[in-house]
């Protein structure tokens, strides 16, 4: 079965940083486009950062320099390290998976399929 865990949310104050995990099985990461989303209440779902198959990384504006995703094939484990965090960083993020391999790796939600159910992340100012 094809799932998607995350964990290494939580609360932090303005400047802090937290590093988000995401267990893949059923799959291996190696094979996919993976990405990372963020949701604020009242928002639309936003992808703050995705990886290639081949490592390629891309991120919007708002988190370039400070997130950075990166992914261990051997543990088949999904990392976004958070870093210089503010209020605006606030939301669930969730782990994803593009529906299927090779293709563009961009961070448009509809090309991805599976989903993790999310971890929190508060930021406090």
């Known amino acids: 079965q094809e799932q998607l865990v995350e964990s290494g949310g939580g609360s932090v104050e303005t400047g802090g940083s937290l590093k988000l995990s995401c267990q893949a099985s059923?799959?291996?990461?190696?094979?996919?486009?993976m990405g990372w989303f963020r949701q604020a209440p009242g928002k639309e779902r936003e992808g703050v950062a995705v990886?290639?198959?081949?490592?390629?990384?891309s991120y919007p504006g708002s988190v370039s320099d400070r997130f950075y995703i990166s992914k261990d094939t051997s543990k088949n484990i999904l990392y976004l390290q958070m870093n210089s965090l503010n209020p605006d960083d606030t939301g669930t993020y969730y782990c994803?998976?593009?529906?299927?391999?090779?293709?563009?790796?961009?961070?448009?939600?509809?090309?991805?399929?599976?989903w993790g159910l999310g971890t929190q992340v508060t930021v406090s100012s």
């Open positions: 990886i290639a198959d081949h490592g390629t990384t």
């Open positions: 994803a998976r593009r529906r299927k391999t090779g293709g563009a790796c961009s961070r448009g939600a509809s090309l991805f399929a599976l």
């Open positions: 059923g799959f291996e990461v190696r094979d996919y486009c």
